[in-house]
């Protein structure tokens, strides 16, 4: 079955980077879109970024610019760099997939849903 384990996140402070990685198993990342969502305190679950079988991205519109999508299909590894970040993004970041192309970014809809791994921004 599809199951994913997020690294990676860790305390920092506005302005720094992390790389997270999700490391996917149970399928192809080739044929699947997979995405990054993350959740904060109190907070519903959104998504981040999607990356399509063909590796077509997109990134949520405030967070462009700035969040990066990238997978590796021979490891079957996806990642997302962040950038510059913010107290904002403070949340438990976490990956997922579904079948097929990504329509809608509802975490309904997708599958694999791991740990999470938590990130944390100090001003």
């Known amino acids: 079955q599809v199951q994913m384990v997020e690294s990676g996140g860790g305390s920092v402070q506005a302005g720094g980077s992390l790389r997270l990685s999700c490391e996917a198993s149970g399928f192809q990342t080739s044929s699947y879109c997979m995405g990054w969502f993350r959740q904060a305190p109190g907070k519903e679950r959104e998504a981040v970024a999607s990356i399509l079988s063909t590796g077509s991205t997109t990134v949520a519109d405030s967070l462009k610019g700035r969040f990066t999508i990238s997978k590796d299909n021979v490891k079957n590894i996806l990642y997302l760099q962040m950038n510059n970040l913010k107290p904002e993004d403070t949340a438990t970041y976490y990956c997922?997939?579904?079948?097929?192309?990504?329509?809608?970014?509802?975490?309904?809809?997708?599958?694999?849903w791991g740990q999470g791994t938590q990130v944390t921004v100090s001003s």
């Open positions: 997922a997939a579904r079948p097929g192309p990504c329509g809608s970014l509802l975490p309904r809809y997708f599958a694999g």
